[in-house]
């Protein structure tokens, strides 16, 4: 039987649409003082927008999904920012991830930083799946940014390569 199919990127790809994500961004006029990153699919891409943005990055980590790649019940903090919560109040933030697939974890991060009273918020991700989703981006966020969007399919991230010369032959 055929493999279903899967989406390939390689790094060079990714950065890529991280810039095109920043040239949205930038255009847009939204100008964050922080970002966070959702780890830890959000860690790279946030560290390559820093280039382009020049702000720093704060990151938590939530999983939702557990060992067998099964959804749990809900979203789970796995590390969060305790001293730098106050850091928040106030400010332009840009919450940073790779994927916006079920929408779950970044309605829950989304959600938490908001009790922080930031004085905006923004949301970046790299790829958006077109599908119908779990969760919703709640109307106190005031942008939203995807690089590309994308069909509903299982995409190979670099970072997660065993083979990277495989993984960029797949991403031509
Ligand atoms: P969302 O709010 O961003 O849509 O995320 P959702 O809760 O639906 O699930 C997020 C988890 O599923 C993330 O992993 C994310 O990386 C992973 N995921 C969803 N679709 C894909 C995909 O097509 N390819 C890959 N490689 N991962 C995908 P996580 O549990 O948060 O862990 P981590 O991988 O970020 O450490
Ligand atoms: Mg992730």
Same mark, same amino acid.
């Given at each position: ?31 964050p003082e922080l ?26 980590? =939530? ?5 067998? /790649? *099964?959804? +749990? !019940?809900?979203?789970?903090? $796995? ?8 850091k928040l109040e106030g400010k332009k933030i ?22 922080h009273?930031p004085r905006e =918020? ?5 790829? /958006? *799946?077109? +599908? !119908?989703?779990?969760?919703? $981006? ?35």
């Open positions: 039987m055929a493999e279903p199919a899967k989406l390939y990127f390689s790094y060079n790809d990714i950065h890529k649409t991280v810039k095109s994500l920043a040239q949205q961004i930038k255009s847009s006029g939204y100008e970002m966070v990153a959702i780890g830890t699919g959000g860690f790279i891409p946030a560290r390559i927008l820093k280039t382009f943005v020049e702000k720093p990055v704060y990151t938590v980590g =939530i999983s939702y999904y557990d060992r067998e /790649n *099964k959804p +749990k !019940d809900a979203p789970q903090k $796995i590390q969060w920012i305790d001293e730098v919560e106050q840009l919450l940073v991830d790779e994927v916006d697939d079920s929408r779950a974890t970044l309605e829950y991060c989304l959600r938490e930083l908001l009790k009273k =918020i923004a949301v970046a991700v790299l790829h /958006n *799946k077109r +599908k !119908d989703k779990r969760g919703i $981006i709640p109307e106190e966020v005031d942008h939203y940014f995807a690089g590309r969007e994308l069909d509903d399919l299982w995409i190979c991230y670099p970072w997660d390569a065993d083979d990277i010369d495989y993984q960029d032959k797949m991403s031509k």
